[in-house]
């Protein structure tokens, strides 16, 4: 398998549920995003891991954890998450050296919270 | 501060038609990159390029090219002779330092048949 890969691709939780979206990539990168878009909204990036280090989190609410195991996976652990959170959740990777280089992003996860 | 306009929201064009998607950039930075990135309907973004703040020739792939002008701070991207697979939604992004890189909102193109 090649690129970047998100699991799954849709998910429907209530409110009060906990669920865990993966991301994997194949590309050999030691830097990971993960990144929101809503509906009209600009792309919020949300996290970045560099070599498993936490270098970024852009602010966003306790009730997303990431996790990022080794430089292959990254993983948003979600719970007791709110209607506006509903959005498309995009992964991505890049080489390091920061933000200077293009990002490779897996196909999203579909997130729908009722 | 940091940011990216992308005036156009949506362009329908018949497809074999030429199509401009425009960016605007702002940053106080002398070093800095741009980008842009497609998004088809499956989802994913696509890197198409990457060019830095010292390199102002443009560049043609394809169908493909963008112009670059430091003086407007513009990095408009063109598609020459459109086709349906063209259609998808551009965005332009912006990079000065850090982690984090702007994104424009979005263009979104239709391309007719």
């Known amino acids: 398998e090649t690129g970047v890969t998100q699991t799954p691709r849709h998910l429907v939780m209530g409110m009060t549920n906990k669920k865990s979206l993966k991301c994997e990539q194949h590309l050999g990168h030691n830097a990971m995003y993960w990144y929101k878009q809503s509906a009209k909204k600009p792309l919020e990036l949300m996290f970045v891991y560099n070599f498993k280090e936490q270098t970024e989190n852009n602010s966003v609410p306790s009730r997303f954890s990431p996790e990022c195991p080794n430089s292959s996976h990254l993983f948003l652990h979600l719970h007791t998450l709110q209607p506006e959170d509903s959005a498309l959740y995009l992964c991505a990777s890049s080489v390091p050296g920061e933000g200077a280089y293009e990002q490779y992003f897996g196909p999203g996860t579909r997130l729908t919270v009722t | ?113």
Do not use: H, M
């Open chain 2, 1 to 113: 501060a940091q940011k990216v306009t992308q005036a156009q929201t949506e362009i329908s064009v018949v497809e074999k038609e030429d199509v401009t998607l425009d960016c605007v950039y702002e940053t106080r930075d002398t070093t800095y990159y741009l980008f842009w990135y497609k998004q088809p309907p499956s989802g994913e973004l696509v890197f198409l390029i990457r060019r830095n703040s010292f390199d102002e020739q443009n560049e043609i792939s394809g169908r493909y090219s963008w112009n670059f002008q430091k003086s407007t701070s513009s990095f408009n991207f063109t598609i020459t002779a459109s086709q349906v697979v063209d259609s998808a939604v551009y965005f332009c992004a912006l990079y000065t330092g850090g982690f984090k890189t702007i994104f424009g909102a979005g263009t979104r193109l239709f391309v007719k048949a």
